[in-house]
C-alpha cells in the first residue's frame, strides 16, 4: 500500500475483505439479542398484532415442505439477512465519500470501487432468498387466468428455463473464479483490490439460488400432486 500513501486514507484489502465477512455476523448477533429482549417484554405485556400474510400463500396452505427443503429454504434465508447488511457498509462509504470530497476537497480512491463490489455482490447472494419469497420478475400474462394447480404445473414446466439459466450460471462462475484465482486478478483501478473474492460470492450466489430452485421444484411437484387427489 506504499504507492497510494498520497491519497491520504485508503482502506486496506485485507481490511474491507474481513469487514465484509464479520460485521453481517456482528448485525444478526445484535438483532437476535433485541428480539430476544422484545419477545421477553411481550411476553410481560401481550400485545396483539397484525396477521402477516406468506409471500406464496399456495404452497404455504397444502404443503409445508420436508426436511431437505426446510434445509435449503433455511440457507436462502439465513443468506439474505446476512447480505442485507452489507446495504449499511454502502451508506456509510458514500458518507464517506461526500463528506471528504465537499467538505475537505480530498475525493478517495476506494470508495466508489469498494460500494460497486459491495453492491454487486449483493446483488448475486440475494438470488435464493429473492427465489424463496417470490420476488423475482414473472410475466403474469397467462399465469393469473390460471387455477391455482395450474399455476403450480406452469412453475413446474417453466421449472426447466430456470435450471438451464442456473446451470450455466454455476458453471461460467466456476470458471471466472478459478481463472482469477490462478492468475491473481485485481481491478484496473488505483485502489487494485482483489478480483477473485468478488467471483467466488458469483459462485455462491448460483449455487444459492440453484438450491433455492431445486427446493422449489420439490414442493411444487408434492403440491401439485396433492391438489390432484384433493380434486379428485
Not at 438483532?31 to 410481560?44: F, G, I, P, Q, V
Not at 414446466?157 to 490462478?182: E, N, R
Amino acid at each position: 500500500m506504499s504507492e497510494l500513501e498520497g491519497f491520504g486514507f485508503v482502506m486496506p484489502h485485507w481490511f474491507y475483505w474481513g469487514w465484509l465477512a464479520v460485521m453481517p455476523l456482528i448485525m444478526i448477533a445484535l438483532d437476535k439479542r433485541k428480539s430476544r429482549k422484545e419477545a421477553a417484554l411481550e411476553a410481560s405485556h401481550p400485545v396483539m398484532g397484525e396477521v402477516q400474510a406468506d409471500e406464496d400463500p399456495i404452497i404455504h396452505r397444502h404443503f409445508e415442505g420436508n426436511r431437505l427443503t426446510r434445509l435449503i429454504d433455511w440457507i436462502s434465508e439465513k443468506s439474505g439477512v446476512f447480505v442485507a447488511f452489507w446495504t449499511v457498509n454502502a451508506v456509510c462509504f458514500y458518507f464517506f465519500e461526500v463528506v471528504m470530497r465537499y467538505l475537505f476537497n480530498m475525493p478517495t480512491i476506494w470508495v466508489h470501487e469498494a460500494s460497486y463490489l459491495l453492491l454487486g455482490m449483493q446483488y448475486l447472494m440475494a438470488g435464493g432468498f429473492a427465489l424463496l419469497h417470490g420476488a423475482h420478475v414473472r410475466v403474469d400474462v397467462m399465469y393469473n387466468f390460471l387455477p391455482e394447480r395450474g399455476r403450480v404445473g406452469m412453475d413446474i414446466f417453466t421449472s426447466m428455463f430456470f435450471f438451464i439459466f442456473a446451470l450455466a450460471l454455476a458453471g461460467t462462475s466456476w470458471t471466472f473464479f478459478m481463472d482469477a484465482y490462478s492468475m491473481g486478478e485485481t481491478t484496473v483501478e488505483t485502489w487494485g483490490i482483489q478480483y477473485w473474492p468478488v467471483k467466488g460470492v458469483m459462485l455462491l450466489g448460483s449455487v444459492l439460488i440453484l438450491l433455492a430452485g431445486i427446493s422449489k421444484l420439490i414442493k411444487d411437484v408434492a403440491l401439485f400432486v396433492r391438489m390432484g387427489r384433493e380434486a379428485s
